[in-house]
């Protein structure tokens, strides 16, 4: 495989990138290889700079959902940037926007518009600290809420993955207010409330874990979850920035059929834009200034290009619903394709599979959280991964991350990614 133009650039960035990339995961450190610099993409396919192309499994880690440049998304945000690219005042899209969101997950009743998912959790937390009078937050080890100051303790993705689950750059104050409990175990919640009981102000989760692998919920918890936030006063807020429209057209407190008080969302409402929200009952988002005290801004914020794709795409997934039974029939497919094939080398390990967003553990035992996804032989992830890249399937390079099916794979696609050749594995054992 021909990386040359790869690494040229890959060097070249490293003198002004630190790492040479704009987010750290993408530096393929945990996988022993240079990253590849990608030209384009279309479909469920992408090209690097080499002329290489791949059947791609990460779709911007997530929002690409009907695939790469979707025609109806480039023409919605081609049409939009006709009438000018930001105006920092506010345009009836985001009116259209807000309503769609509001429609399509109930328990948003009014929704602020920012740029990313981290900007959306770090005002999640500022404004259920506002609306509670309370400092500390509960949130679970291996969950991944983008890199705010309070999430990157016990962090999951990136950080997890370079070994970097407590940052440095963190206060003490900071580090003293962020609890960690275990996913999918109540009682280590139970037993921080009980120590904290006055000062918790919410509980924050990803209602299905994406960012330490993809781990779902055990029957209940999330619902044990929301019944101790409504005893205990705590805001309750699901991060869905990648379950969002992702899992059901109404996320995954739709999947579950869970209310929570506040909704954090991201990527994928925006098309593939930089996007992010934060949403949810009326009463607590009346605190949101100008209406409220607790103060949030941004320039780019509700900016028409994104707005104009997330729209176009949220349209589209909230009125082809078959689309979500196409994504869960063809990642069932891989599913079993792809342990099959394992197992014809006589190599047994996991897939943890919520509708189109999975993730294979290298480990013999069941991954329900954090500890568990850690016991995952991440020395044949990365055998696994780089088999995989040459023989042309692009898949998140790191055991902690989800991997994602869109709209635009074929059948065709998953036969040929499980059928890739994974007899080099057995060397690396
Ligand atoms: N933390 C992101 C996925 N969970 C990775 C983002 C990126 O590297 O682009």
Redesign the pocket.
């Known amino acids: 495989m021909k990386t040359s133009k790869s690494t040229k650039l890959f060097n070249s960035a490293k003198k002004v990138i630190p790492g040479g990339?704009?987010?750290?995961?993408?530096a393929y450190k945990s996988v022993g290889l240079n990253p590849l610099f990608i030209q384009k993409a279309k479909g469920a396919y992408m090209w690097d700079v080499d002329g290489n192309k791949y059947i791609d499994y990460v779709g911007?880690?997530?929002p690409m959902i009907l695939g790469h440049s979707h025609p109806r998304i480039l023409k919605a945000i081609g049409e939009t940037a006709k009438n000018g690219t930001s105006f920092g005042a506010p345009t009836e899209l985001e009116v259209k926007m807000a309503k769609l969101i509001t429609e399509l997950i109930p328990s948003i009743e009014m929704v602020r518009m920012v740029n990313s998912g981290t900007e959306a959790t770090m005002s999640a937390i500022r404004l259920a600290r506002a609306y509670t009078g309370k400092s500390k937050i509960i949130k679970f080890e291996g969950c991944?809420h983008?890199h705010g100051d309070s999430f990157l303790i016990k962090a999951?993705?990136?950080a997890t993955t370079l070994g970097t689950p407590d940052s440095p750059g963190i206060t003490r104050g900071i580090a003293r207010d962020t609890l960690n409990a275990k996913f999918n175990n109540i009682d280590t919640v139970k037993e921080l409330i009980k120590a904290h009981r006055s000062d918790i102000a919410a509980i924050i989760v990803e209602p299905i874990v994406?960012?330490m692998g993809c781990v779902p919920p055990k029957q209940g918890f999330l619902q044990q979850l929301r019944a101790l936030c409504t005893k205990e006063k705590i805001v309750f807020i699901l991060d869905e920035v990648?379950t969002g429209f992702r899992v059901a057209p109404g996320g995954a407190q739709g999947l579950y059929n869970i209310k929570p008080d506040l909704t954090t969302l991201g990527k994928i409402i925006g098309g593939g834009l930089p996007v992010g929200a934060y949403g949810g009952k009326r009463e607590i988002m009346k605190m949101v200034a100008p209406n409220g005290p607790m103060y949030q801004a941004g320039t780019l914020s509700g900016n028409p290009l994104a707005m104009s794709a997330g729209y176009e795409m949220l349209s589209i997934l909230s009125s082809q619903k078959s689309i979500y039974k196409r994504l869960g029939k063809l990642a069932r497919q891989l599913e079993e394709g792809i342990l099959d094939n394992l197992r014809r080398l006589g190599l047994n390990y996991r897939i943890n599979r919520v509708g189109s967003m999975f993730t294979l553990f290298f480990t013999g035992c069941d991954v329900t959280d954090y500890d568990t996804a850690k016991t995952s032989n991440t020395k044949l992830f990365a055998g696994y991964f780089q088999e995989m890249l040459k023989q042309g399937i692009y898949l998140?390079p790191s055991q902690f991350?989800?991997a994602f099916i869109s709209a635009a794979h074929t059948e065709d696609d998953i036969e040929k990614t499980i059928a890739a050749n994974l007899t080099s594995l057995k060397e690396i054992l």
Do not use: F, I, L
């Open positions: 990339v704009n987010s750290p995961v993408r911007s880690w997530g991944y983008g999951g993705s990136g994406g960012n990648m998140p991350e989800a």
